[in-house]
């Protein structure tokens, strides 16, 4: 934690290290209606709030490693990303691991509202504040968690250590008293791209 919580520093974790193999296409290059490729809409969303963000990606993914720098992302890479998410997730836990907690954002869900992912990150610096170091934060729709969600620094040696396809859902199913979620009335932390009829 550091001494002076009002200057914690929070990163973004953007994970697009997956294949998509669903959509048929590389979906995260795909273009949302005004253009803009899948996974540069979830940056910008993620970066509004986070504008100190990492994307974690697989190495063959040059084109977009490109498009997420030019956006202001540090690009990190993970040759055992393709292992599943928990990889990816650990990989940019390590490349941050001075950070006073992260929130982890998915690149193939670019319609989250921008302030929802400010309620997370206030969120996280009024645990700083208060000193709740495993605190985990999460946006909620009625009942049903979304996403980004933030995680404090306690949890760092955890997340550095993810594997598998799980990701960060074993935390939160081990240990739901540390989570606490934000009422919002925002249907994007629940919308993901899988087909292209999710674009609709």
Same mark, same amino acid.
């Given at each position: 934690?550091?001494?002076?919580?009002?200057?914690?520093?929070?990163?973004?974790?953007?994970?697009?290290?997956?294949?998509?193999?669903?959509?048929?296409?590389?979906?995260?290059?795909?273009?949302?209606?005004?253009?803009?490729?899948?996974?540069?809409?979830?940056?910008?969303?993620?970066?509004? $709030?986070?504008?100190?963000? %990492? &994307?974690?990606?697989?190495?063959? *993914?040059? !084109?977009? #490693?490109? =498009?997420? +720098?030019?956006?202001?992302?540090?690009?990190?890479?993970?040759?055992?990303?393709?292992?599943?998410?928990?990889?990816?997730?650990?990989?940019?836990?390590?490349?941050?691991?001075?950070?006073?907690?992260?929130?982890?954002?998915? $690149?193939?869900?670019?319609? %989250? &509202?921008?302030?929802?992912?400010? *309620?997370? !990150?206030? #969120?996280? =610096?009024? +645990?700083?504040?208060?000193?709740?170091?495993?605190?985990?934060?999460?946006?909620?729709?009625?009942?049903?968690?979304?996403?980004?969600?933030?995680?404090?620094?306690?949890?760092?040696?955890?997340?550095?250590?993810?594997?598998?396809?799980?990701?960060?859902?074993?935390?939160?199913?081990?240990?739901?008293?540390?989570?606490?979620?934000?009422?919002?009335?925002?249907?994007?932390?629940?919308?993901?791209?899988?087909?292209?009829?999710?674009?609709?």
């Amino acid at each position: 934690m550091p001494a002076d919580p009002a200057r914690a520093r929070f990163v973004g974790l953007l994970l697009a290290a997956g294949y998509g193999r669903r959509f048929g296409t590389d979906k995260l290059m795909y273009p949302l209606a005004d253009g803009t490729p899948v996974a540069v809409g979830a940056a910008r969303v993620l970066r509004a $709030a986070c504008p100190d963000s %990492i &994307a974690v990606l697989r190495p063959d *993914q040059t !084109a977009l #490693a490109k =498009r997420l +720098a030019g956006e202001g992302l540090r690009v990190v890479t993970s040759a055992v990303s393709t292992l599943g998410m928990g990889h990816s997730l650990a990989a940019g836990v390590r490349a941050s691991a001075d950070a006073a907690g992260w929130i982890v954002a998915l $690149a193939d869900m670019p319609f %989250i &509202a921008p302030a929802t992912v400010r *309620q997370v !990150a206030d #969120a996280l =610096r009024d +645990a700083a504040r208060t000193g709740h170091a495993q605190a985990i934060v999460a946006p909620a729709l009625g009942s049903v968690r979304g996403h980004p969600v933030g995680f404090m620094t306690g949890w760092r040696d955890a997340l550095s250590t993810l594997q598998g396809d799980a990701g960060a859902g074993r935390i939160l199913k081990a240990h739901p008293e540390y989570l606490r979620l934000l009422a919002v009335d925002d249907a994007g932390i629940l919308r993901d791209i899988d087909i292209p009829g999710d674009l609709g």
